[in-house]
């Protein structure tokens, strides 16, 4: 049990007190709030875009999901259940999803699955 000056102390704001709901960390301390921004800033309209790629001087296929408006955490969890549908590596990277391979439509019905709105983009 921690002791409050009770005078001649600094003096708490009632902000300093609070835990966010969603980390349990302080206030102060809680990222969510710029995590979200940074989803929402690069979800640009909330439907995420399927795209594929051809990556690299090997020129191999790779399938790109981009726009989908999640938290890095979040997004990494879902890029991991993506590879194990599709049975294929890839990378959860700066807001961008990547499966080896050509699995455009494999991976827009899996989001749509879970929720997400998600569609075919380019090649
Ligand atoms: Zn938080």
């Known amino acids: 049990m921690r002791k409050q000056p009770t005078s001649g102390g600094l003096v708490y704001s009632t ?3 609070r835990t966010c709901p969603a980390c349990r960390q302080a206030q102060a301390d809680c990222r969510c709030k710029a995590l979200a921004a940074a989803a929402t800033r690069a979800a640009g309209d909330g439907i995420a875009r399927v795209t594929r790629e051809k990556q690299g001087r090997g020129g191999k296929t ?7 408006p999640l938290a890095a955490e979040a997004l990494a969890d879902l890029g ?7 049975g294929a590596g890839g990378t959860a990277k700066d ?3 990547e499966v080896q391979g050509d ?3 494999r991976v827009v019905a ?3 699955a ?3 709105k998600a569609k075919r983009a380019g090649g």
């Open 103 to 105: 699995h455009a439509d």
């Open 114 to 116: 879970e929720g997400h």
């Open 62 to 68: 790779v399938t790109v999901v981009r726009g989908l």
């Open 80 to 86: 991991k259940r993506l590879r194990n549908a599709c």
């Open 15 to 17: 902000d300093s007190g």
């Open 95 to 97: 807001g961008v999803l």
């Open 110 to 112: 899996l989001l749509l």
